[in-house]
């Protein structure tokens, strides 16, 4: 696995959300799993095969969260949480 370059500004954290989360794509939805999150940004396992754009809703439990594709590596995905 290639190293990857820190860009974090804030330390990241193990979830304090839980339960499943998903990726909303219009009609249908990619399940996911959140690995950390900062108030700035989330890292979340994707599957290999799923197409995510660079911007998509994140939806944990009632929650929505806008987000932005920095980073994707293999099943891992960075994001930026957008207001």
Known sequence: ???????????REAPALR??????????????SIVNASRAGIMIKVPATAA?????TLGIGEH????????????LLG???LA
């Open 19 to 32: 339960g499943p989360a998903v990726i909303l794509l219009g009609q249908n939805c990619v399940e996911v």
């Open 64 to 75: 929505l969260q806008a987000c932005e594709r920095i980073w994707r590596q293999g099943k």
């Open 1 to 11: 696995m290639k190293s990857m370059v820190e860009r974090r500004t804030e330390q």
């Open 52 to 56: 995510i754009p660079d911007s998509f």
């Open 79 to 81: 994001a930026r949480l």
